[in-house]
T-cell receptor
């Protein structure tokens, strides 16, 4: 069955430090992969997505993610975190025309 | 361009009462989704519409939940009767179609059942 794992429930980083959020998936074929961000009381906003091609994907707000087929991973990175990045981050996987499956999320806190 | 609109934003009801949520998707989006999000978890799909047709409702508890999308635009999700365990955030999202297109989410309705 398809599944998404986000090993880190909560991460705290200092403002200006680099960030990496981990995501592992289980899927029968090469899936579509997504990262969404959710601020308190808000809906989810797409940061970036991978369908095919270059395995390093650039997104909004300075985020990037790298698809590694051999590790079934799609980790999210940002070189320098801003206080406004504090939010919940969700990794998701889907097949074309199929439903999106979301991971449990990683809560990010940023220390000024 | 307006995003996905949901109302109400918050709803508090007593158990066994009915409740309804409304969603207006982005104009031109054929696919509409209703998700359930429990505290500290990711969204879980309840139902997906392609225009007026419900193409995936396998996770919808049909004994108490119902949904409709008349004319392929707005949608309503209803719970009758509500149970304590239904307390959660109900998210609506829309996309051009379901071929891997980006889903745009509304702010959600936070339901509290007392």
């Amino acid at each position: 069955a398809q599944s998404v794992t986000q090993p880190d429930i909560h991460i705290t980083v200092s403002e200006g430090a680099s960030l990496e959020l981990r995501c592992n998936y289980s899927y029968g074929a090469t899936p579509y992969l997504f990262w969404y961000v959710q601020s308190p009381g808000q809906g989810l906003q797409l940061l970036l997505k991978y369908f095919s091609g270059d395995t390093l994907v650039q997104g909004i707000k300075g985020f990037e993610a790298e698809f590694k087929r051999s590790q079934s991973s799609f980790n999210l990175r940002k070189p320098s975190v801003h206080w406004s990045d504090a939010a919940e981050y969700f990794c998701a996987v889907a097949a074309r025309y199929d439903k999106v499956i979301f991971g449990p999320g990683t809560s990010l806190s940023v220390i000024p | 361009e307006a995003g996905v609109v949901q109302s109400p934003r918050y709803k508090i009801i007593e158990k066994k009462q009915p409740v309804a949520f409304w969603c207006n998707p982005i104009s031109g989006h054929n696919t509409l989704y209703w998700y359930l999000q429990n505290l500290g978890q990711g969204p879980e799909l309840l139902i997906r519409y392609e225009n007026e047709e419900a193409v995936d409702d396998s996770q919808l508890p049909k004994d108490r939940f119902s949904a409709e999308r008349l004319k392929g635009v707005d949608s309503t999700l209803k719970i009758q009767p509500a149970e304590l365990g239904d307390s959660a955030v109900y998210l609506c999202a829309s996309s051009l179609n379901s071929a891997g297109n980006t889903q745009y989410f509304g702010p959600g309705t936070r339901l509290t059942v007392l």
